[in-house]
């Protein structure tokens, strides 16, 4: 969480300092279901859409192959998997 949370919130900052990229997030935080927390404590289900979700807006956002390449410097620093890191920014992203 300490090397994901900075990292996601570096890439966010990058997205509104593009043309455009202020109301970018603006309109992604306003799509975002106003029960997130809730939706993810309420089962493994709701958590994994929630990801999924999460994964599809982080990739939307940062456009391209930055996603692959964040979860990849991400991963290879904490030491976990690139696959769990995805799922991880995906879960964290709609929270932040």
Do not use: K, W
Request: overall charge negative; glycine content about 14%; charged content about 5%.
């Amino acid at each position: 969480m300490t090397a994901v949370v900075p990292a996601l919130l570096s890439a966010l900052a990058g997205v509104a300092n593009r043309p455009g990229g202020a109301q970018q997030l603006a309109t992604a935080a306003a799509n975002q279901p106003t029960d997130i927390l809730g939706s993810i404590a309420a089962s493994l289900t709701g958590s994994a859409q929630v990801a999924e979700n999460g994964t599809s807006l982080l990739s939307s956002l940062l456009g391209g192959d930055a996603l692959g390449l964040l979860a990849s410097a991400v991963s290879r620093f904490t030491g976990i998997g690139e696959g769990t890191m995805r799922t991880l920014m995906g879960l964290l992203t709609p929270l932040i």
